[in-house]
């Protein structure tokens, strides 16, 4: 998405692309790197075992995962992979706790099928799938949950884990991009709370960024947890929506939940990056195609070139060397050498991935007048904001009572616990209003999530319906240096716009 900000000082834009520029020639990181640790969060790491599930979870394929939920673990030669699946308990296939029907299968590195069961629906806890497989060679084992009706989920028990030949268990290995689930893995609670659950899952983003995620007392039924660079997305668009929506099938707000999507790996979002989830901090050893490092955003190699000679109309080009993220392009278009006049011009376009990228510029001033291909200097400089865009959904929850709470772990200046979330498509919603917020939005500058915050309270009608919630937080912002429209000034005369052959 491209969008023209014809401003003056008054506006301003979010996300930091306004930072101070440092260098003539070259680019700067604004603030410092960030280690992780920043709050204390449930610890897998502090004494406990490696977690092989979600805790007083169900596992099942889900909706938005097109009826299949793949966990994915990566194991050396001579390791051994964990599987247990299961029903909580028999029955008829639509009680509290029981199987819808489905299936499930356990896939090894090279695509072969080392365990498959049928869970037909009602089947008994004794119906089970998985075992123990030793890695043969080096590579990433796949387990797949499959339902044979979304509406009726297939719902298991479920532990995946790995361990050394010798039987000690190895954490950091796991992970699913998009986990379709049920709260409530247990035969019988005596009070309705005690369905929640509370976790916490390691994310990394496709270019190395990190972040943690807890939930507090969470309930889904049917319900999938993902992260994404783009979050809800409008039907028919790939940029990202900022926005909680309703469930596609709700009557909430007229409807509207049915003009957005959760791309869980669908196709027509175009740079839609998916990102994994791990059920503790990712291993050390894993290879960089998992869990790649992590390198502070650049941006650099700025130049602009007009589209003809007849106006200033044209592209500055540049390239992100690390990071995605959203480019900001100021325009000083009266020469003046400030950036917030009222003939300068502000532009923003999303890039989904590392490499060059192309802003278009129609030449004309922040009051839409002409700007002169003749008449005085035209200067550009460009900033990357919202580097890693990271959008967590909670799809179909019931109740998030104790919120979530998102850390980033890496680089990046201000709160590292700040989330952000737009909650407006549901604040005049009808009588059929399925949860309540305490806040509609977080704000331009977010909301520290260390003690949980964006909290979705219970459903108070009859609907069983819940919103789709979008938590999104960013990266560090860098910036690039001026470029002009004509030559460097070697002689300290303004430089004229060249021609273009």
């Known amino acids: 998405m491209s969008r023209t900000e014809r401003s003056g000082p008054a506006d301003r834009r979010r996300g930091g692309l306004r930072a101070a520029v440092t260098a003539a020639t070259g680019c700067a990181l604004v603030g410092g790197l960030l280690g992780g640790g920043a709050l204390a969060l449930p610890a897998a790491a502090a004494g406990e075992a490696p977690r092989t599930t979600l805790d007083n979870t169900l596992l099942h394929g889900g909706a938005t995962n097109g009826g299949v939920t793949t966990v994915s673990a990566w194991l050396r030669a001579g390791e051994v992979l964990q599987v247990d699946l299961h029903p909580l308990k028999g029955g008829s296939g639509s009680g509290e706790g029981e ?193 790649p490092a992590y390198a502070a955003p650049t ?19 540049g390239v992100l060397g690390t990071q995605p993220g959203t480019v900001g392009v100021d325009i000083d278009a009266d020469g003046d050498g400030r950036w917030d006049g009222e003939r300068d011009v502000h532009l923003s376009e999303i890039v989904a991935a590392p490499g060059p990228f192309a802003v278009a510029w129609d030449g004309l001033d922040g009051r839409g007048d002409a700007v002169d291909t003749a008449g005085t200097d035209v200067r550009f400089r460009a900033a990357i904001g919202r580097t890693n865009e990271f959008h967590f959904t909670r799809v179909d929850a019931e109740s998030s009572v104790g919120g979530v709470s998102i850390v980033r772990s890496t680089g990046g200046g201000g709160d590292p616990a700040a989330i952000h979330w737009d909650d407006s498509l549901l604040e005049d919603s009808n009588s059929e209003r399925y ?61 004229r716009p060249p021609s273009v052959p």
């Open 99 to 291: 199987s819808g029907g489905g299936t499930a299968a356990v896939t090894g590195p090279d695509g072969t099928v080392l365990d498959a069961q049928v869970f037909p629906r009602g089947a008994p806890p004794s119906t089970t799938a998985g075992g123990s497989f030793v890695a043969d060679a080096t590579g990433v084992f796949r387990v797949s949950v499959t339902d044979d009706d979304v509406a009726a989920p297939v719902n298991l028990v479920w532990s995946i884990g790995v361990s050394s030949a010798a039987g000690e268990a190895i954490a950091g290995r796991v992970w699913s991009t998009s986990y379709g689930i049920q709260s409530g893995a247990r035969e019988s609670y005596p009070r309705a709370e005690d369905r929640r659950s509370t976790f916490t899952l390691h994310a990394v983003t496709e270019t190395g960024a990190r972040y943690d995620m807890t939930l507090r007392d969470y309930d889904g039924v049917a319900s999938t947890l993902q992260a994404t660079n783009k979050g809800n997305v409008r039907v028919g668009s790939s940029d990202p929506s900022y926005l909680s929506v309703p469930m596609p099938q709700s009557i909430e707000a007229g409807g509207v939940g049915a003009q957005y999507l959760q791309p869980s790996g669908r196709t027509g979002v175009e740079g839609l990056q998916t990102y994994k989830l791990f059920l503790d901090p990712p291993a050390a050893d894993l290879p960089a195609s998992i869990a």
């Open 435 to 495: 949860s309540v917020t305490s806040r509609v939005s977080s704000g331009a500058e977010g909301v520290d999530s260390g003690g949980g915050v964006h909290r979705w309270r219970s459903d108070d009608t009859d609907q069983d319906r819940a919103p789709n919630a979008n938590d999104s937080v960013h990266g560090p912002t860098a910036t690039c240096a001026p470029s002009t429209t004509g030559p460097t000034e070697r002689t300290g005369r303004r430089p």
């Open 299 to 317: 941006i650099a190699d700025l130049a602009y070139r007009r589209s003809g000679s007849g106006s200033n109309a044209g592209s500055l080009t």
